[in-house]
């Protein structure tokens, strides 16, 4: 299994809070990718990073922001929790940007926003 | 652009018997396809892709899928079902199109496979 760890694995937390989400792996990949998952939604992209300090939006990034300050760490910030942003979070690493290099994925974070 | 369609939500097979879950895809691009699995509260793990090298792919515990182009489909099956298939699939599409490079996958809404005894 690809060597990526995601913290914490819940977490409950009170709307209008900020929370923050953490990604690490061991692989050195370059490219890391944060995903939300809701029934009937299959996975949907919330941001990416292309390389360290590099990021851009994927298609439901309102209310998210991320950083990457090093290789192996990819940090999702929820500045102000809302209960629509319930949901399992998913991070996931690829090495190339070739379209057929699968990309490997972490446990998941079940975040629960009262 | 790009979609995938997942014919069934729900599948429901005896142990033992042959399984087949269904895609439907479509993409601007020459497709790369996957099939993932999750099993509850579990990320997501690669069962096979088709990288235009072969139509059909075999991939690991006993699936594979067949590339059909005149059909835009990429159906995942199985001889024979076991107890532990029992899990949440998804078919997915790749292109690169992400800025800065990456690439963008477009999940379907995913076929929950029961095995029953």
């Known amino acids: 299994d690809a060597g990526i760890t995601q913290s914490p694995r819940h977490k409950v937390t009170e709307t209008g809070t900020p929370v923050t989400l953490r990604c690490h792996q061991t692989?050195?990949?370059?490219?890391m990718y944060w995903y939300r998952q809701d029934p009937g939604h299959g996975l949907r992209l919330i941001h990416y990073?292309?390389?360290?300090?590099?990021?851009d939006k994927g298609e439901v990034s309102d209310g998210y922001s991320v950083s990457r300050s090093k290789t192996e760490d990819f940090l999702l910030t929820l500045e102000s929790a809302t209960s629509s942003q319930t949901s399992v979070y998913f991070c996931?690493?690829?090495?190339?940007?070739?379209?057929?290099?699968?990309?490997?994925f972490g446990d998941g974070t079940r975040l629960s926003i009262l | 652009a790009q979609s995938v369609t997942q014919l069934d939500s729900h599948v429901s097979v005896s142990e033992g018997t042959p399984v087949l879950l269904r895609c439907n895809y479509s993409?601007?691009?020459?497709?790369?396809l996957f099939w993932y699995v999750q099993h509850p509260n579990k990320g997501l793990q690669l069962l096979l892709k088709?990288?235009?090298?072969?139509?059909l792919v075999k991939g690991i515990n006993g699936f594979e899928a067949e590339f059909k182009k005149s059909e835009t489909s990429f159906h995942l099956t199985k001889p024979s079902a076991h107890m532990s298939d029992a899990a949440e699939y998804f078919c997915?599409?790749?292109?690169?199109?992400?800025?800065?490079?990456?690439?963008?996958?477009?999940f379907g809404t995913g076929t929950q496979l029961k095995v029953e005894l």
């Open positions: 996931a690493i690829s090495e190339s940007d070739v379209s057929n290099q699968p990309q490997h």
């Open positions: 993409s601007s691009y020459s497709p790369s």
């Open positions: 088709y990288t235009s090298a072969a139509t």
């Open positions: 692989e050195n990949h370059r490219y």
């Open positions: 997915v599409v790749s292109a690169p199109v992400l800025t800065g490079g990456g690439n963008k996958l477009t």
């Open positions: 990073s292309y390389g360290v300090k590099d990021t």
